[in-house]
């Protein structure tokens, strides 16, 4: 039997689960481990191996070789296949990349880091550090003002740009934030969970 792809992550991150969604939406034989960040299965010798970082999602591909950072994993799946994923237009696959550079800047770090400690450490809003929540408002700001009329972050269909952004943002009510204040969000995360069929994903 030839050697799957393997995918290390904790099914709580929405970095790791935006590698799995990939994966699954090309079609990619891939096997998930499931690595509990919170038990410190990061930092064992073993894990420590495959990435240095101690930091999921890491993937193992056929070959042995390994590959970490979310946004690098997707781009390097989509490109397996010279997917739709990723745009040929030279300019739009600037402004996909525009957008992976901003979630890991100016999103993931108050969206996901706010969910994290309200949802995992139960921490009250008082313990939270409030520019989280300020921040966090500003990022699904931009995200509103980028989607009026459009159906996708870039172009007319999905992108990677799209898998990224949605990781943690259908999960931001999670971290306080209230996405009823960002109407074309919403219909842009209800968009793309249906595009990467993750209610079938979630229920398998």
């Known amino acids: 039997m030839s050697a799957k792809l393997k995918i290390y992550g904790d099914a709580r991150s929405g970095n790791c689960l935006k590698v799995k ?18 038990s410190g299965s990061t930092r064992t010798e073993e894990f420590l191996k495959l990435n240095p970082s101690g930091q999921v999602p890491t993937v193992v591909l056929a070959d042995g070789r390994t590959l970490s950072q979310s946004n690098a994993i997707i781009v390097y799946l989509a490109g397996l296949n010279d997917s739709a994923l990723l745009p040929t237009d030279v300019y739009a696959r600037a402004k996909v990349d525009e957008w992976l550079f901003w979630e890991q800047y100016s999103h993931e770090p108050c969206i996901a880091v706010r969910r994290f400690q309200k949802s995992f450490l139960n921490k009250n809003d008082e313990e939270i550090d409030p520019q989280l929540f300020a921040k966090g408002r500003r990022a699904l700001g ?5 989607l009026q009329g459009k159906s996708y972050l870039v172009g007319e269909t999905l992108t990677v740009a799209d898998i990224a952004l949605v990781a943690y943002t259908r999960v931001a009510h999670e971290g306080g934030f209230e996405l009823t204040e960002f109407p074309a969000v919403r219909q842009w995360v209800s968009r793309v969970e249906r595009d990467l069929s993750i209610e079938q994903l979630e229920a398998a």
């Open 21 to 38: 969604w990939t994966a699954a939406l090309l079609g990619v034989d891939y096997e998930w481990i499931d690595v509990d960040v919170l």
């Open 142 to 146: 931009q995200m509103e003002l980028a």
